[in-house]
C-alpha cells in the first residue's frame, strides 16, 4: 500500500467540508484550478490533524469505537509493504478514513452556528444582480429587465438565490411586458399579464389558480419567462406608482425667445 496515496483522503474530506460549510461554500462554488486545490489541502491537513489528536480519547471513553477502529487495522495490516511498518500504516490509515468521513458531518454541526441565511446574503452582496435580485424578494417588489434586443419585462422573481450555482437565466412571473423605442428609449408595454392572472384580495398573483374562461387548462404559473442573463442590458427595481407618476410629469417648455 502506497502511504503517499492515503493524504489524498483527508484532501476529499477537506473538499466535501469547505463545499458545505456555509462560510465557504459560496467561494468554492466558484473557484477553480489552483486556488480551489490549496484550499482543500488547507483545511484537509486541518480536519486530518483534529481527528488524530481526538482519536486516542475518543477510542479511549467509547469501546465500541476502539473495537472498530482495531477490526480496521486488522484488516489494513496485512497490506503493508513491510511488515514492520504494518502498524503504523493501518493506523495511519484509519485517521485518513476518518479524516474524510468527517468532512461532511463537521460541516453540518458548523453550520448551526453559521446560518444560511447570513452567509448567502453576504455572499450575495459581491453579485450586483444577485443583490438586486434578492432585494426585490426582501421588498416583495417586481424588477424591470431590458433585453439586448429592445424587449421590457416587468415582473417577479421566482426562483431561489444560490451564488453557489452560476445563474445562466432569471425566471420571472410577468407582470407586462413591451420594447423601448429605438429613438427615444421610451418604454411602450404593448402586453399586461396582470388582467388575464387576476389577483386575490390581498392584491397577489396566486401562480395555481386556473384563469378565467376560455384559458382555465393555464394558470400564471404556465407564463414564467427565462431570461437569459448574457442577454440582459439593463435591471433595476420597478413600482408601478412611480411609474405612472413619471408618466404624467411633462417637462415643462423651455421659452427660447
Given amino acids: ?22 462560510f465557504t461554500r459560496w467561494r468554492v462554488a466558484r473557484e477553480e484550478g489552483h486556488r480551489l ?5 488547507f483545511y484537509g491537513a486541518l480536519i486530518f490533524a483534529s481527528v ?34 504494518g502498524p503504523s500504516v493501518a493506523d495511519l490509515t484509519v485517521t485518513c478514513f476518518l479524516a474524510m468521513l468527517s468532512g461532511l458531518p463537521l460541516a453540518w454541526l458548523l453550520n ?8 448567502l446574503r453576504r455572499a450575495i452582496k459581491k453579485d450586483e444582480l444577485e443583490s ?18 429592445g424587449k421590457v ?13 452560476g445563474r445562466k437565466c432569471i425566471l420571472l ?15 411602450n408595454f404593448t402586453t399586461f399579464y396582470l388582467e388575464l392572472y387576476g389577483t386575490d384580495d390581498g392584491g397577489t398573483v396566486d401562480q395555481n389558480k386556473p384563469l378565467p374562461a376560455p384559458l382555465e387548462h393555464l ?6 419567462t427565462a431570461l437569459p442573463t448574457d442577454r440582459i442590458a439593463s435591471y433595476r427595481l420597478f413600482d408601478a406608482r412611480a411609474y405612472q407618476k413619471f408618466q404624467k410629469s411633462k417637462p415643462e417648455e423651455v421659452n427660447t425667445g
Avoid: Q
Fill in 1 to 22: 500500500m502506497d502511504t503517499v496515496l492515503l493524504f489524498a483522503l483527508p484532501l476529499v474530506g477537506g473538499l466535501i467540508f469547505c463545499s458545505n460549510w456555509n
Fill in 37 to 41: 486545490y490549496f484550499r482543500a489541502v
Fill in 52 to 85: 488524530a489528536l481526538a482519536r486516542p480519547y475518543v477510542e479511549s471513553v467509547c469501546p465500541p469505537c476502539s473495537a472498530a477502529a482495531r477490526y480496521a487495522k486488522a484488516l489494513v495490516e496485512p497490506m503493508a509493504k513491510e511488515k514492520s511498518a
Fill in 112 to 119: 448551526l452556528v453559521f446560518w444560511k441565511n447570513f452567509w
Fill in 132 to 149: 438586486l435580485l434578492l432585494l426585490a424578494a426582501d421588498k416583495e417588489n417586481s424588477i424591470a429587465v431590458t433585453m439586448d434586443d
Fill in 153 to 165: 419585462y416587468v415582473g417577479y422573481v421566482v426562483e431561489g438565490f444560490d451564488p453557489a450555482v
Fill in 173 to 187: 412571473l410577468p407582470l407586462m411586458s413591451g420594447y423601448r423605442d429605438k429613438t427615444t428609449h421610451k418604454v
Fill in 219 to 224: 394558470t400564471a404559473e404556465d407564463f414564467i
